[in-house]
């Protein structure tokens, strides 16, 4: 109980100095808080959704995909007399047929898409008693014929739709108009998807393309049957060969995999950033205790002299660090909820909503954020309690510090540095030359890990040269103000190292991910030039296929040479050995070869495009011993077998389309039936000499009423992909932001106790005649010596780190080095920024200190 109630008083009495490190667990516990309840509400959110959109039972073709409209444009169906033969099972209280699809794009008037822009699928679909559960028609009515349609009401407000608008819906099979008779609302949150509503007959006709087709038969149980009864039922009326049959549970189980992958990836990132934040506050916490335990020597020697054991005053250390994990963990968890209710709201501002009523909160959340921040806090506190432990009863007699406050270097701990650091720069280099991925990637994990823990651990050591250059470089022009900054940050090595080490990591990983985000939007250019020669590329940004209206409007383009069409088909291929495998097949236009230019290391690629021919990657030659003249049996999934003549290899190392197999699209055609022959994924074109803008134009013209496709050049892609690097780059760095902010916080709270620590010094340097201004500078001086300090360190390391990477990466197609150096060199000027920022407060409260109060500080 002594313990206890001396580590309250301790706590109470430095509450003030506890609070950036209690910060720094709070934000740390948040985001992993914030996080589990996130992932748990979406989790929910879905789990609802499936539940509510499932019938009992679930009867669709064994060939149906994940929900997925195939790449032939056209749902997978199963015939509508299904609805009347299931009628007549026992155990069924009601059989409806379901038809809807995904791969429509639905326009309003002013061709404007409809669709979400998270990525989430637009739906057109009947209306059967499987939507009477979900949703709801607050407005209007439902659709009663072709020229009818009824949406969503999230779409109607996201896009400002109302009764009587005309929207277009395009498929494969051609675009149609409707006008809005209705708006339907989710009874359960929608998490972004656009829903239209038509009458069966105009979904069987316009998307499915045939009447009496459905793609589910949902059937209901009367009172008494369980789901799994009513199951065995259907499979034992239709077989269990030619459908798939699922319960409610089932049903939702497939959806929940579809999109846990997803979420867990998400999950997974979003912890592994809380982990570096939580590194961050480690350092802090050391810092925190470790200054404290040396300001408080001679009241610990006190304590060690009445009679206090090294175990007691080791233990009281600790019970602080416990009381400062436990505090800022519970603050921790509750903030963590308003993160996760945050980061719904933001998820909402972007198209994909989530309903605060579907919150979240486990019970394993707040314990695992509560006991992640003790451990945390108490394993940082461990040393500096250590040390406590060590302080003599002789220092109630003195007031110069615990032995090692002095902060000097131990030579252990700077030899083990070395080696580790020297091993890791050693596995960064074998990664770098490595010939394989898979083992490269194992010592550029090593590589990095290492350097990091080398680089903590020599900080100290390395703090002396590099504070001493910087001083050099920027403090020495502030006279004797500059020289001072610099000897207090010189004046404790393993503090300045620790401060330095905090900002270190999070500058680390920033630049070694620019250095791989330049590198690849760099090598991607390059690809670009090299090997593409087609002027424009034609795709939808939602990856749906290309309608065959689009495929002929392009051929009648004013301007454009050539078109060339790109395809992919699923199918099993058996070489000369007998072996059968699974592989993607391309069948595009002779003039691939063209708009492609693919290096072969055996015979022609324009020869592939022959009748019955085709092309194989390098490594499926070598695996199934083929060569040119072989010919390979292929069996296509959408139906149709053929024996065809390998006329050309291709490198192995070609990086665009690599490993594909070429054919014809007319060789595909021969064997594929028509109505299963998959669209187009993509188009290419050439436009005529000279005509390059003017076709540009036209194709942007000729496509404008079809939003889903964009027309590119090849500065359009370039700018594209930079785009789309430079948007994760900056997700990326908006959550590193939580580790820099941590290791701010460690830089204010570093200089706040050590102003503390030299009150008396401060008083005398003001008596003798230092102002409050020169007092200021000198603490904002070496706030921004060490913001500098931990810069240089993290941004040589994460040079190194993005150097190794990209020629690691090289093996996979990213072989331009791109260092960037605007962006490497703004980082470093922000760092002075930081510190200056860093220092505002303690500076302040310095220079208000009274002068005769601070003297008389013991």
């Known amino acids: 109980?002594?313990?206890?109630?001396?580590?309250?008083?301790?706590?109470?009495?430095?509450?003030?100095?506890?609070?950036?490190?209690?910060?720094?667990?709070?934000?740390?516990?948040?985001?992993?808080?914030?996080?589990?309840?996130?992932?748990?509400?979406?989790?929910?959110?879905?789990?609802?959704?499936?539940?509510?959109?499932?019938?009992?039972?679930?009867?669709s073709s064994k060939d149906a995909g994940d929900g997925e409209t195939p790449a032939t444009g056209r749902p997978v169906t199963v015939p509508g007399s299904l609805v009347e033969e299931l009628e007549g099972v026992e155990g069924v209280a009601s059989v409806s047929g379901g038809?809807?699809?995904?791969?429509?794009?639905?326009?309003?008037?002013?061709?404007?898409?409809?669709?979400?822009?998270?990525?989430?699928?637009?739906?057109?679909?009947?209306?059967?008693?499987?939507?009477?559960?979900?949703?709801e028609v607050t407005e209007g009515r439902l659709p009663r014929g072709p020229g009818e349609v009824m949406v969503d009401a999230d779409t109607a407000d996201r896009h400002g739709l109302e009764l009587g608008e005309e929207l277009r819906t395009i498929s494969a099979l051609g675009d149609f108009r409707s006008e809005i008779v209705g708006v339907a609302a989710f009874r359960s949150t929608n998490p972004g998807a656009t829903v239209v509503y038509f009458d069966t007959g105009t979904v069987q006709e316009r998307l499915l393309g045939a009447s009496d087709v459905y793609t589910d038969v949902y059937v209901m149980a009367a009172g008494g049957v369980s789901d799994e009864e009513l199951k065995e039922r259907v499979v034992a009326e239709l077989g269990s060969g030619e459908y798939k049959v699922r319960t409610q549970e089932e049903y939702a189980a497939e959806g929940q995999d579809e999109i846990g992958s997803f979420l867990d990836v998400i999950k997974y990132a979003l912890l592994g950033f809380a982990g570096i934040a939580l590194l961050v506050g480690v350092f802090l916490i050391v810092n925190t205790f470790s200054m404290l335990v040396a300001q408080r020597t001679r009241e610990i020697g006190l304590m060690r002299a009445i009679g206090s054991s090294r175990r007691q005053v080791n233990r009281s250390v600790l019970v602080e660090a416990v009381l400062l994990g436990v505090l800022g963990s519970v603050v921790g968890v509750a903030a963590g909820?308003?993160?996760?209710?945050?980061?719904?709201?933001?998820?909402?501002?972007?198209?994909?909503?989530?309903?605060?009523?579907?919150?979240?909160?486990?019970?394993?959340?707040?314990?695992?954020?509560?006991?992640?921040?003790?451990?945390?806090?108490?394993?940082?506190?461990?040393?500096?309690?250590?040390?406590?432990?060590?302080?003599?009863?002789?220092a109630a007699l003195r007031?110069?510090?615990?032995?090692?406050?002095?902060?000097?270097?131990?030579?252990?701990?700077?030899?083990v540095g070395l080696v580790l650091t020297l091993a890791g720069a050693g596995a960064l280099v074998v990664a770098a030359g490595s010939d394989e991925a898979a083992g490269g990637s194992l010592f550029l994990a090593l590589g990095v890990v290492l350097t990091l823990v080398g680089f903590v651990l020599i900080g100290p050591l390395l703090a002396g040269g590099v504070v001493r250059a910087l001083g050099a470089v920027v403090l020495r022009v502030f006279g004797p103000v500059g020289r001072m900054a610099e000897r207090n940050a010189l004046r404790n090595p393993r503090r300045t190292g620790a401060t330095g080490a905090a900002l270190m990591i999070g500058l680390a990983l920033v630049s070694s991910l620019s250095v791989v985000g330049a590198s690849l939007v760099a090598s991607a250019g390059d690809e670009l030039d090299r090997s593409v020669g087609a002027d424009f590329i034609l795709q939808s940004g939602a990856g749906q296929p290309v309608v065959p209206e689009v495929v002929e409007r392009v051929r009648a383009t004013e301007g454009v040479a050539h078109v060339t069409e790109y395809r992919w088909l699923e199918a099993r291929l058996t070489g000369p050995d007998g072996e059968s495998v699974k592989e993607s097949v391309t069948a595009a236009s002779p003039t691939y070869a063209e708009d492609l230019r693919v290096e072969t290391v055996a015979g022609e690629l324009p020869a592939a495009y022959e009748r019955d021919?085709?092309?194989?990657?390098?490594?499926?030659?070598?695996?199934?011993?083929?060569?040119?003249?072989?010919?390979?049996?292929?069996?296509?999934?959408?139906?149709?077998?053929?024996?065809?003549?390998?006329?050309?290899?291709?490198?192995?190392?070609?990086?665009?389309?690599?490993?594909?197999?070429?054919?014809?699209?007319?060789?595909?055609?021969?064997?594929?039936?028509?109505?299963?022959?998959?669209?187009?994924?993509?188009?290419?074109?050439?436009?005529e000499e000279g005509q390059e803008d003017a076709a540009y134009a036209a194709l942007k013209g000729e496509l404008e009423a079809f939003p889903q496709y964009e027309v590119r050049n090849q500065a359009d892609y370039k700018e594209l992909l930079e785009d789309q690097v430079g948007q994760l780059l900056n997700m990326v760095y908006g959550l590193l932001a939580l580790a820099i902010v941590v290791a701010v916080l460690g830089v204010v709270n570093t200089l706040a106790l050590s102003v503390v620590e030299r009150t008396r010094e401060i008083g005398l340097m003001r008596a003798i005649g230092l102002s409050r201004r020169q007092l200021r500078r000198m603490i904002r001086l070496e706030s921004v010596v060490i913001a500098l300090?931990?810069?240089?360190?993290?941004?040589?390391?994460?040079?190194?780190?993005?150097?190794?990477?990209?020629?690691?990466?090289?093996?996979?197609?990213?072989?331009?080095?791109?260092?960037?150096?605007?962006?490497?060199?703004?980082?470093?000027?922000?760092?002075?920024?930081?510190g200056l920022v860093a220092a505002l407060v303690p500076a302040f409260r310095a220079g208000r200190m009274n002068v005769l109060n601070a003297i008389a500080t013991e």
């Open 1 to 59: 109980m002594t313990v206890l109630r001396t580590s309250l008083r301790n706590f109470v009495a430095h509450k003030g100095r506890m609070l950036l490190s209690g910060v720094a667990v709070v934000l740390s516990v948040a985001f992993v808080c914030g996080t589990l309840v996130f992932t748990d509400t979406m989790n929910t959110t879905f789990d609802r959704l499936f539940s509510q959109t499932a019938a009992d039972v679930t009867v």
């Open 99 to 135: 038809a809807f699809s995904t791969g429509v794009t639905v326009v309003n008037a002013e061709n404007e898409n409809m669709g979400s822009s998270t990525g989430a699928p637009t739906i057109a679909s009947n209306w059967t008693s499987i939507d009477e559960r979900s949703m």
């Open 337 to 394: 909820v308003g993160l996760a209710v945050g980061l719904m709201e933001l998820m909402g501002l972007v198209g994909m909503n989530l309903s605060t009523d579907d919150l979240t909160l486990r019970w394993v959340t707040p314990v695992v954020g509560v006991v992640l921040g003790v451990v945390v806090t108490v394993l940082a506190a461990y040393l500096p309690a250590r040390r406590a432990g060590r302080v003599s009863p002789m």
């Open 399 to 415: 007031d110069d510090g615990l032995p090692s406050a002095g902060g000097r270097v131990g030579r252990v701990r700077s030899g």
């Open 613 to 687: 021919s085709m092309s194989v990657p390098e490594d499926f030659a070598k695996a199934h011993g083929v060569e040119v003249g072989d010919r390979v049996e292929v069996d296509f999934a959408a139906g149709g077998t053929a024996e065809l003549v390998v006329r050309a290899v291709t490198a192995a190392d070609t990086s665009v389309d690599q490993g594909a197999m070429y054919l014809s699209t007319a060789t595909a055609e021969r064997y594929v039936p028509e109505d299963r022959m998959p669209l187009n994924m993509m188009l290419f074109a050439k436009a």
């Open 789 to 834: 300090f931990g810069a240089l360190l993290g941004l040589g390391l994460g040079l190194g780190w993005g150097v190794a990477a990209q020629r690691l990466l090289a093996l996979e197609g990213l072989k331009v080095l791109q260092v960037p150096w605007p962006t490497i060199v703004g980082v470093f000027f922000g760092a002075a920024v930081v």
